[in-house]
């Protein structure tokens, strides 16, 4: 630039640099730059996410195989932990306490192992959730990747066990009495549906759990009282007969009973639809979408907060 002084002469100025004046946001933005670390929007979130499905699924696959790398039963015990649960809560529930009433032995037993079966995909998963951050910190702070991935790599991870531990729920069925027909099929849109509500369940829980720790100290207590609640070891109408109405409704609308109701729906002979509360599957898919969709933003909502602090 140039200017012409008083007295004729030309004097040259120094030309003022484009960017002067701009703030540092206006700046970054000019040139494209993004704070490192920021969370993305919610669609280009899912994007990574399924971007990154090969590494979900390879992560789960490994992680189901290290989980019983030292026991000499190995991957077996898998199928052993729910089933020596059930043979206690069996026990326990039907000789001592006899809250098998109104069933008969072959009813109860298929009712309880397969209540504790699908009990124990959701307490795994939601347990497994709590830590999903917490306890993966050297790989959050180390790589750049959706943070999602971790609880619902974890999520298919029990859906992987429950899948290898159905053989032997078939045969228990099968060896009382209730051999597959048609109402099988039902178990595919029952674990589909059991599968989404859990993975938001993890979800929830990773973001709670990767700022209290102590959480995953709480939280079998809580999963404990959650399956007395549900109906695992007994028939919640029948064993609140006696007492309000509103009581057994409320009970057996929890998610939990719900799924294991539409199982064992879909499993035995003798487990009819009177045993299930009205619009049980609107209920059922209810619970999924609000709980995996609900789950899902609020975990996003803190995306780049993990790891960090």
Known sequence: ?????????????????PDEGLTAARLAEKYG????????????????????????????????????????????????????????????FG?????????????????LVTGVFVFTFTQSSVMAGVRAISGNLGLVRALHFPRASLPVSFALQQLQQLLASMIVLFAVTAAFGSYPDLSWALIVPVLVLQF??????????????????????????????????SGVMFSIPIMLEDKPAWMASVLQWNPAAIYMDLMRFALIDGYGSENLPDHVWAAAGGWALLVAVGGFVYFWKAEERYGRG
């Open 1 to 17: 630039m140039s200017e012409t002084t008083h007295d004729g002469s030309v004097a040259v100025s120094a030309p003022v640099p």
């Open 33 to 92: 730059l993004t704070v490192s670390g920021a969370r993305p929007s919610l669609v280009e979130y899912v994007r990574q996410l399924w971007d990154r499905r090969h590494f979900i699924l390879a992560f789960s696959r490994a992680k189901l195989t290290a989980q019983y790398s030292q026991a000499k039963l190995g991957q077996l015990w898998q199928v052993v932990t729910p089933l020596l649960n059930a043979a206690v809560y069996f026990f326990i």
């Open 95 to 111: 000789v001592i306490l006899e809250a098998d009433r109104g069933m008969s032995r072959e009813v109860y037993i298929p009712f």
């Open 196 to 229: 989404a509500f859990n993975t938001g369940l993890a979800l929830i829980m990773a973001r709670a759990g990767s700022k209290t720790p102590d959480l995953a100290q709480l939280m079998p207590f809580v999963m404990r009282t959650w399956m007395y609640a």
